[in-house]
C-alpha cells in the first residue's frame, strides 16, 4: 500500500496564507493542501478593521466566508483554533498545542506579526487594546458606547485610520504620539500637518509631540501635565513580525523570517510570506507584496521555480477627511521631499542624492495619481 506524500501545509489563513493557497489550487488541482490556524480561519478583509466602524460593519458582516466554506470551494483542508507549537524539521512534522502531530512535505509560514506591546507607568492595570485580527476587533468593539471617549496611542497609518473611522462613527477621539505630525514616517511636514488640520476637522483630539507618563483605569496622563479621560484606549503603535516559531526551528530569522527570491527560508523545503516574511526589501507589511509573494510562491510550489519580483507599490490611506496615497523611499534611502500644491491637494516627490525621484506622497485631489506616479518608481525588487 502506498501512502500519499505528504503535501503543502501553510500555517495562517490570513490574506497571506489564503491567498497563497487558492493562487496554488489554481496552478495545480492535484497537490494536498492544509492550512492550519490559530484563529477561526473566516475570510475577512483586515484592511477593513480600520474603516468597518463607520461603514457600520459588523463582526458578522466582516467574515465574508466560513473557514468550511473556503475550504470547500478551494478543495483544501483547513484546521481551525489549532496553534502550531514547534517545527520538527528532521521529521519533517508540525507539532501541535496538545501535541498531536502534522506531516508537511513543504511548509509555508504565514504566521503574521503580533502589535508592539505599549508599556508604561500603570500599564498593568488597564486594558490596552489591539487590532490585527477579527477576535481582536471582536472584543475592541464589544463594549464601545454611542460617544464614548477613546484614548487611541499612535498616529501612523493604522492609528490615523482609526481616528477617522472612529470619529466619524462618533466617538470623542484623542490621540498621542511623540511625532510631531501624523503619518510621521510616511509624510513629509506639509502633508503631516494638512492630516492633522483634517483630523481635527472631524472633531479628533490630537496631543502630537506628547507621550503618556502615566495610564489609570479611566485616565491618562501625559508629559505636559494634560489629563485624558476615557472609556476604552486602543494602541496603534506598529507591528512586530512573528518570528519565534521560525527561530525555534533553527531558521533565519532578522527582522522577520529571512526568506530569498523564492520566498525560501535557510531550509529549501520552508517558506514564509507576508507580515512574518522578512524578503531581499525587508518587512514589507502591505496587501499588494504579500498578493505578488503568494502569486510568485505558488507558481514555485506547482514546479516552476518563481523569483519575487516587486514595481513599487503605492499604499492609499484610508483617512476619507483627507486622502492620502503614500508610496515611501527603501528604509535607509537618502534624499530630500520636494513638496508642490497648497492646502489639501499636495504632491510630495522624495529625490534621491542623485536627482532620481525615489518615493511620494499625495493628498485630497492629487491622491489619485498614485497609479500612474508609482510607474516612474524605482522597482522594489
Ligand atoms: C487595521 C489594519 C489595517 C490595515 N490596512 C491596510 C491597508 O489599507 N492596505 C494595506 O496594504 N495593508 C493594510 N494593513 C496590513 C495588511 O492587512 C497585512 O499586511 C496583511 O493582512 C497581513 O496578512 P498575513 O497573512 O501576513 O498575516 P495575518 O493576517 O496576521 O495572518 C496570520 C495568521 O497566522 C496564524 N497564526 C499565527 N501564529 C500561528 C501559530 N503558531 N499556529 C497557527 N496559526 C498561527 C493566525 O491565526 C492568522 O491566521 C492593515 C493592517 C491592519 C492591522
Not at 525555534?248 to 529549501?268: C, E, F, M, Y
Request: proline share 6%.
Amino acid at each position: 500500500m502506498t501512502t500519499a506524500a505528504p503535501g503543502v501545509v501553510i500555517v495562517g489563513s490570513g490574506l497571506g496564507g489564503y491567498t497563497l493557497a487558492r493562487e496554488l489550487r489554481r496552478l495545480d488541482r492535484d497537490v494536498a493542501v492544509t492550512v492550519i490556524t490559530a484563529d477561526g480561519g473566516e475570510v475577512y478583509s483586515k484592511p477593513m478593521l480600520s474603516a468597518a466602524f463607520a461603514q457600520g460593519k459588523t463582526i458578522q458582516t466582516l467574515a465574508q466566508k466560513s473557514a468550511g466554506q473556503y475550504a470547500e470551494e478551494q478543495g483544501i483542508s483547513v484546521m481551525t483554533r489549532c496553534r502550531v507549537a514547534a517545527i520538527d524539521r528532521q521529521a519533517r512534522r508540525l507539532i501541535l498545542d496538545g501535541g498531536k502531530t502534522l506531516a508537511y512535505g513543504r511548509l509555508v509560514l504565514a504566521v503574521g506579526a503580533d502589535p508592539r506591546p505599549y508599556r508604561v507607568d500603570g500599564s498593568e492595570n488597564v486594558t490596552i487594546h489591539t487590532v490585527n485580527d477579527l477576535d481582536d476587533y471582536a472584543v475592541w468593539r464589544d463594549g464601545l458606547i454611542p460617544g464614548g471617549r477613546v484614548l487611541l496611542i499612535g498616529a501612523g497609518l493604522i492609528g490615523a485610520e482609526f481616528a477617522n473611522d472612529l470619529a466619524t462613527a462618533g466617538q470623542r477621539v484623542a490621540v498621542v504620539d511623540p511625532a510631531p505630525w501624523p503619518l510621521g514616517r510616511l509624510l513629509p511636514r506639509e502633508l503631516g500637518d494638512e492630516m492633522a488640520r483634517a483630523l481635527e476637522g472631524i472633531g479628533v483630539a490630537l496631543h502630537l509631540g506628547r507621550s503618556l507618563v502615566r495610564v489609570e483605569p479611566g485616565r491618562a496622563i501625559l508629559d505636559d501635565g494634560a489629563v485624558i479621560d476615557f472609556d476604552k484606549a486602543l494602541s496603534a503603535i506598529g507591528l512586530v513580525p512573528r518570528v519565534a516559531l521560525a527561530a525555534a526551528a533553527g531558521l533565519a530569522v532578522d527582522k522577520g523570517i529571512v526568506v530569498d527570491r523564492l520566498l525560501r527560508t535557510s531550509d529549501p523545503d520552508i517558506f514564509a510570506l507576508g507580515d512574518c516574511a522578512q524578503t531581499e526589501a525587508g518587512p514589507l507589511p502591505f496587501v499588494l507584496p504579500l498578493m505578488a509573494e503568494a502569486k510568485a510562491l505558488a507558481a514555485t510550489l506547482a514546479g516552476t521555480g518563481t523569483p519575487l519580483r516587486l514595481p513599487a507599490l503605492p499604499v492609499a490611506v484610508k483617512t476619507p477627511a483627507l486622502p492620502v496615497a503614500v508610496c515611501p523611499p527603501a528604509p535607509g534611502a537618502v534624499g530630500e521631499w520636494v513638496v508642490e500644491g497648497d492646502g489639501r491637494d499636495r504632491k510630495a516627490l522624495f529625490i534621491g542624492a542623485d536627482g532620481r525621484r525615489l518615493g511620494f506622497a499625495l493628498s485630497g485631489g492629487k491622491a489619485a495619481e498614485r497609479q500612474s506616479l508609482a510607474k516612474e518608481m524605482p522597482d522594489l525588487l
